[in-house]
């Protein structure tokens, strides 16, 4: 082999090797998957389970009138609310907790058997992405167990914060109790005004303006540094986690990768 | 030989290279990926106003309906008040047409796009245009024409039934108050005849004893203190007299001021119950009326022309852009249906507002409460429309640009492709 030959032989590889790199990360986005969850929770014993809850609860509501009727305190009236509210979720967990159970089990064979990284609730996936949907409910719906698989999802570039998590970092927690409570007598304050304008449209319509001016300028002044703070702290973090999109926990079904500890961390 | 360690040598570099270099999650080579920010899109949708506009007003009557005082209302602040409700039917009625006019736009694209592909499946090239002009039979505009017919007709026939409904309530409290009067008058006299005759018979009772003790009042051989005496009997005998006959009038004021309250009671009740009844009448005869309006609309749009498909295309590309105008136009017009629905709730509810306010229902109480809600339907439903919206873009720009999946609703993006400019581009040109 001449070393013209080669230079041109190794020219074409490094080319190639470039061109190809876009194109393996592409590849690697495949592994997205969604599922529609309203279809789940359309099946007949989704269905069912639901009708057996609704006709519980339908006979604990009376059972719960008479005993809060004798509730003298209101720590006895506590306790008895935190009696039914257990009862309520023992049943629940009973009916409800084989069904998903047996539906996450589907949802995690289904997605080791395609490969997938991470499953998302379909409304947030406007394009792309694969539809296991009919895979898992024909898993859901078939004889026998289902057996998860052993593997747990490969890494995935797509990750995740529980937002209601975050929002119990003091600081942000301390911010948005402060801007409540500042708000509810901003309210108060402009009930008191719409009463005293008598019926005037146009002295109602100023208070309200000046109402909402008042909360939008709190929010801004309060709040939006804040939220700029934990957006610049998510993104650090998955940049740091070589992460493409970070979105909510409540939208991930299944996989991704978890940064919530990592962005409360960074947020202390 | 060594020259061929170097080169392999020289690749493995190169691969390792390209590894290094693809994992990197702000770099611009990792395509595939995007993301759109649905809630500043939005805010480039033309019915972004119509969508705030809404919100302020579910905002407004929230706040209003939490603090609303039962503050009488002058003859002045009724008519501000129904100057109000007009400005918020006007609003309701322009922001119905937005709408429509959006959703016409919306389905013209989507059928063109659907009729390009069927004639280009057809070979018969790609220019929908001119079927789609076809399409123009189903506009907006025509359905806010039979709409805005519609509800003037409704508007009239609501102000003759409401000033009906105020005469026939005036004409009724008139008559039962004149009836009450009457009563009133009828048992005065009976007690003041009553009293005349109680004061005839007590002076009768003392007529004798009057006559003895003026007879000897009129003998001059008298001395003083003997006439004081008879002057003094004479005066007792009168204030008697007057006393029986007060004590009787004091007994007939009372009862005739009872029987003024219960006169009064009694003609109240009365004039409610008509008046609840003629309102019954009103409002059902408004609802039966409002009923007439939906369907007359309905059946007006259903009955719209066919769009007429140029007549040189082959038979069976006819048949198939034939189809495609009727699924379509189908699609649109119950969609057309299902805003003008929307607009004919949020009328009703102003009108039984404009009808409490001018006492033609006064069991009008949680119309507003009721408005509250159905706003806030319209509102979510016209959220999700301009989502939609925002998604079938995002789908055309994701497809143009060659990505792999497109998100929306993320908190956070270092990396992947921001596509909201150009969705947002895509949303602004509906406008034009």
Redesign the interface.
């Known amino acids: 082999m001449d070393i013209r030959k080669l230079t041109r032989l190794l020219a074409a590889a490094a080319i190639l090797t470039f061109i190809a790199a876009p194109v393996a990360i592409a590849a690697d986005l495949t592994d997205v998957g969604y599922i529609d969850q309203a279809a789940i929770g359309a099946l007949p014993q989704f269905q069912k389970a639901n009708a057996q809850i609704a006709q519980y609860k339908g006979q604990l509501d009376p059972q719960f009138a008479a005993a809060m009727k004798g509730a003298k305190s209101q720590a006895d009236q506590q306790r008895v609310q935190a009696e039914f509210q257990q009862k309520f979720v023992t049943r629940q967990r009973q009916v409800l907790g084989p069904l998903f159970a047996r539906a996450q089990a589907a949802i995690a064979q289904v997605s080791s058997n395609r490969r997938l990284s991470v499953i998302v609730d379909k409304r947030i996936l406007v394009f792309g992405g694969q539809d296991i949907t009919k895979d898992v409910i024909d898993l859901v719906d078939g004889p026998g167990p289902v057996v998860p698989p052993v593997a747990t999802p490969g890494p995935s570039s797509i990750g995740f914060v529980d937002q209601t998590q975050i929002d119990q970092v003091p600081k942000l927690k301390s911010a948005n109790d402060d801007f409540n409570t500042w708000a509810a007598n901003q309210r108060t304050q402009a009930l008191k005004e719409m009463q005293g304008a008598k019926n005037d449209p146009k002295k109602e319509q100023q208070i309200f303006a000046d109402y909402q001016k008042k909360l939008t300028d709190q929010q801004q002044k309060v709040l939006k540094p804040l939220v700029d703070q934990t957006r610049d702290a998510m993104s650090k973090v998955a940049g740091q986690k070589h992460l493409i999109l970070v979105i909510d926990r409540s939208d991930v079904i299944y996989g991704g990768t978890d940064i919530t500890k990592d962005v409360q961390d960074a947020l202390k | 030989m060594r020259?061929?360690r170097a080169?392999a040598a020289?690749?493995a570099l190169?691969?390792l290279?390209?590894?290094a270099?693809?994992?990197?999650?702000?770099d611009p080579?990792?395509?595939?990926?995007?993301?759109?920010r649905v809630e500043d899109a939005i805010k480039k949708h033309p019915l972004y106003p119509q969508l705030s506009q809404l919100q302020?007003s579910i905002?407004?009557l929230n706040?209003?309906a939490?603090?609303a005082?039962a503050?009488p209302?002058t003859a002045a602040?009724i008519a501000?008040?129904t100057?109000?409700l007009n400005r918020e039917l006007k609003a309701a009625q322009d922001r119905a047409n937005s709408i429509l006019r959006q959703k016409q736009l919306d389905y013209q694209q989507r059928e063109q796009a659907a009729i390009r592909a069927a004639l280009a499946a057809a070979g018969q090239g790609t220019d929908g245009s001119a079927p789609v002009s076809a399409m123009q039979n189903v506009t907006a505009s025509q359905a806010q024409q039979v709409t805005a017919q519609a509800n003037a007709d409704f508007e009239a026939y609501q102000k003759s039934v409401i000033d009906q409904d105020n005469a026939a309530v005036r004409q009724i409290s008139g008559q039962l108050s004149a009836r009450a009067d009457t009563a009133y008058r009828q048992r005065a006299t009976q007690l003041q005849e009553k009293e005349s005759q109680l004061g005839l018979e007590v002076s009768q009772q003392d007529a004798a004893k009057r006559l003895d003790l003026r007879m000897k009042l009129g003998n001059l051989a008298m001395s003083d203190a003997q006439r004081k005496q008879y002057r003094d009997q004479l005066a007792a005998l009168d204030a008697r007299e007057a006393a029986v006959v007060d004590a009787q009038r004091k007994k007939d004021q009372q009862e005739l001021s009872a029987y003024q309250q219960q006169l009064r009671a009694q003609t109240s009740q009365q004039i409610n119950a008509q008046a609840a009844k003629i309102h019954a009448d009103t409002q059902a005869k408004l609802q039966a009326r409002r009923n007439e309006v939906s369907r007359q609309v309905a059946s007006q749009l259903q009955g719209l022309q066919p769009a007429a498909i140029p007549s040189n295309l082959p038979a069976a590309t006819r048949g198939k852009l034939e189809q495609i105008d009727k699924q379509f136009k189908s699609q649109f017009q119950a969609d057309a249906q299902k805003t003008i629905e929307e607009y004919q709730s949020t009328k009703s509810d102003l009108d039984a507002q404009y009808a409490a306010l001018h006492g033609a229902d006064g069991a009008a109480t949680g119309a507003a409460n009721k408005q509250v809600a159905s706003l806030q339907r319209q509102r979510d439903d016209l959220y999700n429309r301009m989502v939609d919206q925002v998604?079938r873009d995002?789908?055309t720009v994701?497809?143009k640009r060659g990505?792999?999946?497109?998100?929306?609703?993320?908190?956070?993006?270092?990396?992947?492709i921001d596509l909201t400019d150009d969705v947002e581009k895509d949303i602004e040109s509906l406008q034009q």
Not at chain 2, 21 to 26: A, E, G, I, R
Not at chain 2, 29 to 36: D, Q
Not at chain 2, 405 to 414: D, E, G, H, N, R
Request: net charge neutral; glycine share 10%; proline share 3%.
């Open positions: 020259l061929s080169a020289l690749l190169l691969a290279g390209a590894c270099h693809q994992l990197k999650p702000d080579n990792v395509r595939g990926i995007g993301y759109v302020d905002d407004a706040l209003k939490l603090g005082a503050v209302r602040q501000q008040e100057q109000e998604k995002a789908q994701a497809a990505l792999q999946v497109v998100f929306i609703s993320v908190v956070a993006a270092p990396g992947g």
